[in-house]
């Protein structure tokens, strides 16, 4: 019994110490939890990014397309973004680089087609007569002639026209002597005065015609006259010769208002609209430009240039602008709303891909894959990468030259190279970090700052290819006695990440001389 009692009290402490323990246990690890959870809430969030690894960051929190929260980058902990690179302050100003926000903006694009000029269809007039008869007499007697409205363009003399007028003229005549017949005989002679009359509006003889039937010779002539101001494109009466009803004799076209029609690409077509201003500009008048109204948009493609044409109609009051005239037209494109737009200077385009590279913090930067779209003169529509507000790098993108060699350009920007981070992952030593790596180039500029500006040959080492550093100096008086342009023998030692110093440098004809 006294054992039992013995056993059961050390059970008791047993468990009391085991309970103390666990308390002590959760209030340590809430405890650093409050702790990790402070020290965070102090640092600044730079960026969040994609909690997949993506190359995607956003300046505000977010989700990706899986529901899945970004990560939160804190100060000091940006060196976990590989693709990132660190440039200083003054390598920021001495390189020139710039960065402009990527904003909601209108893109003023326009779409550039050529064309011709065209008589306005609606004020080209044709003079055929509709009865027969022959060409008495021209007064406008060449193509190409201007007249003026109801300038006289020639006579005609037709034996209907001249029996028409006499029977119009006869029942006119009884119309007035019956005045005191009966009924019946005044009904019916007004009846054959009204039917002469309308075979004569059939006709289109005009009013001054009815009145004064007869005119030339004889009182027997009938003279036609320009409808309306404009210039004669077609003349195919001949004194003397014999017409039909029907049969063209002028055409008139008033030039004052003429179409210029534009050939625009199939893909491009719905990019332009009613009612948009075009600019025109003509080869016979360089450094003159002709504004237009886009009126119709033609519902044809032409199946052999795979285009549609457009109608600008343009005012000619000087008549400057001549039909069949080559025209160049620029037209307004897009619908005016605002999309999210960059710099074209931003864009890095390898033909397979499009690259921009994003200011995460100041001096910071990494390059983002983007979807683009629609662009004008200036800007760019960004589809897909980017988000409202990230800045991008405007200039100083001359450091990349190709897409084969983007990440090389961006380490040349300061970060640690591929090659050197991964030995020194392997090895976890200092002594990969101030290994020596030699390397040959053109001297190029001397900085009041103590630095260089080399344009070395490859770096098979660091796996580099050939490009244009700045490099620190470990001595000023290292490139004392070199002159600009020399050919040079240099070692580079990288005294902390991204940090690469000169550590020993001559000229190579001193080289070799030793």
Do not use: C
Not at 114 to 120: N, S
Not at 387 to 406: C, P
């Amino acid at each position: 019994m006294k054992n039992i009692k013995w056993i059961v009290a050390v059970l008791v402490l047993l468990g009391v110490a085991a309970g103390g323990y666990w308390l002590g246990v959760q209030k340590s690890q809430d405890s650093g939890l409050r702790t990790e959870a402070a020290g965070q809430a102090e640092r600044k969030v730079l960026y969040y990014r994609n909690p997949m690894g993506l190359a995607d960051t956003s300046p505000v929190p977010k989700k990706d397309s899986m529901g899945m929260d970004y990560v939160a980058v804190y100060e000091g902990d940006a060196g976990q973004d590989d693709g990132a690179v660190s440039i200083s302050a003054a390598r920021v100003q001495k390189l020139g680089v710039t960065s402009a926000a990527a904003t909601l903006r209108r893109l003023d694009r326009t779409l550039h087609a050529t064309g011709v000029i065209a008589t306005d269809e609606r004020r080209t007039y044709a003079i055929a007569p509709k009865f027969e008869g022959w060409v008495e007499k021209l007064y406008v007697n060449t193509s190409g002639q201007s007249v003026s409205k109801g300038q006289a363009l020639f006579e005609v003399y037709s034996p209907e026209l001249v029996s028409a007028q006499r029977e119009y003229a006869i029942a006119a005549q009884g119309e007035n002597d019956l005045s005191n017949a009966d009924a019946d005989a005044r009904a019916g002679m007004k009846q054959l005065a009204q039917a002469s009359l309308a075979r004569l509006k059939n006709w289109d003889i005009s009013p001054d015609e009815l009145k004064h039937p007869g005119h030339g010779q004889s009182g027997r002539n009938l003279t036609y006259y320009a409808p309306v101001s404009g210039i004669v494109l077609e003349k195919r009466a001949v004194q003397g010769m014999r017409f039909m009803p029907g049969e063209t004799l002028y055409q008139i076209a008033d030039l004052s208002s003429v179409w210029v029609l534009a050939d625009v690409a199939e893909q491009d077509i719905a990019l332009v609209k009613v009612g948009g201003v075009a600019r025109v500009s003509i080869a016979a008048y360089p450094g003159r430009e002709f504004k237009g109204r886009i009126s119709f948009i033609y519902p044809t493609l032409n199946t052999t240039t795979r285009t549609v044409q457009v109608r600008v109609e343009m005012a000619n009051p000087d008549g400057q602008l001549k039909p069949a005239m080559y025209a160049n037209v620029t037209l307004p494109a897009g619908d005016g709303a605002e999309v999210l737009a960059v710099p074209v200077s931003a864009v890095i385009d390898s033909g397979v891909r499009q690259v921009v590279l994003v200011q995460l913090a100041e001096g910071r930067y990494a390059p983002r894959e983007v979807r683009l779209g629609s662009r004008s003169d200036d800007f760019v529509e960004v589809l897909d990468g980017l988000s409202e507000g990230e800045k991008v790098v405007t200039s100083a993108l001359f450091l990349i030259d190709a897409e084969s060699n983007l990440q090389a350009a961006l380490r040349g920007f300061g970060s640690v190279p591929t090659t050197v981070a991964s030995a020194q992952a392997k090895t976890g030593s200092r002594a990969g970090k101030a290994a020596g790596h030699q390397a040959q180039g053109v001297l190029d500029e001397i900085y009041e700052d103590g630095s260089v500006g080399i344009t070395h040959e490859a770096i098979p080492s660091l796996g580099w290819p050939r490009m244009s550093m700045d490099f620190e100096l470990a001595n000023a008086s290292l490139a004392t006695g070199i002159k600009l342009g020399s050919n040079i023998s240099f070692e580079i030692v990288e005294r902390n990440p991204g940090e690469w110093v000169i550590t020993q440098l001559q000229s190579r004809m001193q080289h070799e001389g030793h």
